[in-house]
């Protein structure tokens, strides 16, 4: 079975995407999986095994 998790990712003018790597990275280390990247890139859907 599998759980996901959907975040709102805000642009920046400074720095986005080093922010952008280490939120990704981040939700990796935790099992997630970024199977989506909105327009914009404003909303962020993540996937990961439930029962891991």
């Known amino acids: 079975m599998k759980e996901y998790k959907v975040i709102k990712w805000t642009m ?3 720095k986005n995407n080093k922010k952008l790597e280490d ?4 939700y990796a280390r935790n099992g997630w999986r970024a199977i989506e990247i909105g327009e ?4 962020i ?3 990961r095994n439930k029962n891991r």
Do not use: A, D, I, Y
């Open 12 to 14: 920046g003018f400074s």
């Open 23 to 26: 939120t990704l990275n981040e």
């Open 40 to 43: 914009q890139s404003t909303r």
């Open 45 to 47: 859907v993540f996937e």
